[in-house]
């Protein structure tokens, strides 16, 4: 079941002592990752750059539903942007529970698939109720190119503080960040229309407000002073190295 969303896959729940695996570790595999596998080796369409392992790490060229491990083999598993690439959610789901009692997985959100949309991405992911609904692509998807990708990446990252902390203060816009633990609760193209509707329709305030519950005025003060002294931080960080 679900035990947290984190803020990032930076915070997560791994003890020092952890064997961690890490599905789809791509181009930037997570440092605390011990043994990193990916499937697509020689190719980048679902992926930045070419694959890379940083040292101490091993690396396993294998499908994701398909893992060459015995049952429980790892204390910890990481899936960070990659269940919306898989053929088979269900089967690269349960993959995870086998090789793990524990893990994370991290995936555009809903609005931020919309917002900068992958033509590699397959699934469309939300969560309610504190379970994956993952819903097929192409079923809800529109005609269209149109893509706010670098708008909102790459100009409003380099140029607005504002947007930077939106983003630290309401991350789940962009992405779901789901750490579990013994099981993950999911459902693959679910028929019911409390869920479909959140795929296919206008979302009212009572939608949104389940999504995204309202916080006090003195909490949103502090998320905010706290993200602008992250960014600043890291702002004088980067300058001093």
């Not at 053929?87 to 009692?101: G, N, S, T, Y």
């Not at 990252?157 to 203060?169: G, V, Y």
């Not at 309401?170 to 633990?181: G, Q, S």
Request: proline letters at 4%; one cysteine or more.
């Amino acid at each position: 079941m679900k035990y947290r969303n984190p803020k990032s896959r930076f915070n997560l729940s791994i003890g020092k002592k952890d064997h961690v695996l890490e599905v789809g570790g791509g181009h930037n595999p997570h440092p605390r990752s011990n043994v990193v596998v990916d499937k697509f080796v020689d190719c980048n369409y679902h992926r930045k750059s070419d694959v890379k392992v940083l040292k101490n790490q091993k690396f396993i060229a294998a499908d994701g539903e398909n893992l060459p491990f015995e049952d429980q083999v790892f204390d910890y598993v990481i899936s960070n942007q990659v269940l919306e690439h898989v053929h088979d959610p269900e089967k690269f789901l349960k993959e995870q529970m086998r090789m793990a009692k524990a893990g994370y997985i991290e995936t555009p959100s809903l609005t931020g698939e919309y917002l900068f949309p992958k033509k590699a991405h397959k699934w469309l992911i939300l969560e309610i109720d504190n379970k994956l609904i993952i819903m097929d692509k192409e079923k809800y998807w529109f005609n269209s190119d149109l893509d706010f990708g670098f708008l909102f990446l790459t100009w409003l990252h380099k140029s607005s503080m504002a947007w930077k902390i939106l983003r630290k203060t309401n991350p789940d816009l962009f992405t779901v960040r789901y750490e579990w633990r013994d099981n993950i609760e999911f459902e693959v193209n679910p028929e019911k229309e409390d869920v479909k509707k959140y795929f296919s329709a206008y979302w009212n305030e009572k939608m949104v407000n389940e999504l995204f519950p309202q916080k006090s005025k003195a909490k949103e003060y502090f998320n905010t002073v706290k993200a602008m002294v992250s960014i600043t931080f890291g702002y004088l960080s980067r300058k001093a190295a």
